[in-house]
């Protein structure tokens, strides 16, 4: 499926260091064999390509406030799986707006309450997510995050291709 009819998927891009630590917790405890991201945290899952043009130009506009702040919080459980649980009204507040302006577009996950998250471990036993979840949790000190900006992908056979990204300014 060639990019431009490709559903598009739009995610917070993560801060160097930040991205470093969930990807290296998503690559020790997500299945190998299943794992063909890198760590990632999705504002909405499933846009059509047809709003690609306006939907840039929105991104663009909202990366001209300042940089959310972002903080992890603790773990999610995912019922087979764990993940990063992530706060921040500033990104909820982002995410609404531009969840009101393509309301018409939504799919049912992305009309859904949001529940800010960076997944790290996914497709195991719900046994095994709740212990991986459990065991984190035990250490975990909440650490703020920097999120750089927000991207725009296509979601082709699993894979994210790059479509925009756009830096906060503000």
């Known amino acids: 499926?060639?990019?431009?009819?490709?559903?598009l998927?739009?995610?917070?891009?993560?801060?160097?260091?930040d991205f470093a630590w969930l990807d290296g917790l998503r690559r020790t405890y997500y299945p190998p064999d299943r794992n063909r991201l890198p760590a990632h945290l999705t504002l909405f899952r499933h846009l059509p390509p047809s709003i690609a043009p306006e939907l840039r130009s929105r991104l663009a506009d909202a990366c001209r406030?300042?940089?959310p702040a972002v903080e992890a919080v603790g773990f999610l459980d995912l019922d087979g799986g764990t993940a990063v649980r992530v706060i921040s009204p500033a990104l909820l507040s982002l995410r609404a707006?531009?969840?009101d302006v393509f309301a018409g577009s939504l799919t049912?996950?992305?009309?859904s309450d949001w529940r800010p998250h960076v997944t790290i471990q996914n497709k195991v036993s719900v046994a095994e997510g709740r212990a991986l979840a459990a065991r984190l949790a035990a250490t975990f000190t909440p650490r703020r995050l920097r999120i750089e900006g927000l991207a725009c992908s296509a979601y082709q056979r699993?894979?994210?291709?790059?479509?925009s990204?756009?830096?906060f300014r503000g």
Do not use: F, K, N, Y
């Open 1 to 7: 499926m060639p990019a431009e009819t490709a559903p």
């Open 9 to 17: 998927i739009v995610s917070a891009w993560l801060g160097g260091e």
């Open 65 to 67: 406030a300042p940089r």
């Open 97 to 99: 707006d531009l969840a």
């Open 108 to 111: 049912p996950q992305d009309r």
């Open 158 to 163: 699993g894979l994210w291709t790059p479509i």
């Open 165 to 167: 990204r756009h830096m």
